[in-house]
């Protein structure tokens, strides 16, 4: 995928194999042994400490959040990266969690309606950003755990979908 960052532009791929993250960034390698923390959460490990990276997109960007500094990444092309291979520990349950701590601006869907992969769920703001977070697997909304208006911290499940 081609990203551009302050004007610069970068083509990008990943590639998951266990917990094996490998990179390609404008044609250099780079490998991270990594352990996923939560949907939009994972620890990358960096020197031999394990760093927390926050990522999030919407239908322009993508947002990632690391060792207190925030990137915002203009996607060229109309395409998503599919977070779904980090995530894939459990296909079963998608539990949606705030990329940055923020508030609840908006909740797209109600507790039992069925969702499809790639729906948007939740519309939370971080950091003067609106940030809608997305379903990755079709199923039914089994828990909404906050109201919008409501604070929320990265740590914290603010939706659950369920395969059915």
């Known amino acids: 995928m081609e990203l551009i960052l302050n ?10 194999n266990d917990n094996l993250l490998k990179s390609i960034i404008n044609e250099k390698n780079f490998e991270f042994t990594f352990r996923r923390i939560s949907e939009n959460q994972i620890s990358l490990l960096i020197d031999g400490k394990y760093q927390n990276v926050y ?17 915002i990444f203009d996607k060229v092309k109309d395409e998503d990266y599919n977070f779904e291979e ?20 908006k909740i797209l869907v109600d507790k039992g309606q069925k969702v499809s992969e790639g729906e948007g769920i939740i519309i ?11 379903s ?9 755990n906050v109201k919008a208006g409501e604070q929320v911290d990265i740590n914290q ?8």
């Open 7 to 16: 004007k610069e532009k970068y083509n990008v791929e990943i590639k998951i």
């Open 55 to 71: 990522f999030a997109q919407d239908d322009n960007h993508i947002f990632i959040a690391y060792d207190g500094d925030n990137f």
């Open 86 to 105: 980090i995530n894939s520990n459990n296909e079963n349950i998608n539990k949606l969690m705030p990329p940055m701590p923020g508030s609840v601006v």
């Open 124 to 134: 939370i703001e971080a950091m003067k950003m609106e940030i809608t977070l997305y």
């Open 136 to 144: 990755s697997i079709d199923g039914v909304v089994t828990e909404i």
């Open 157 to 164: 499940v603010l939706v659950v979908i369920s395969k059915e």
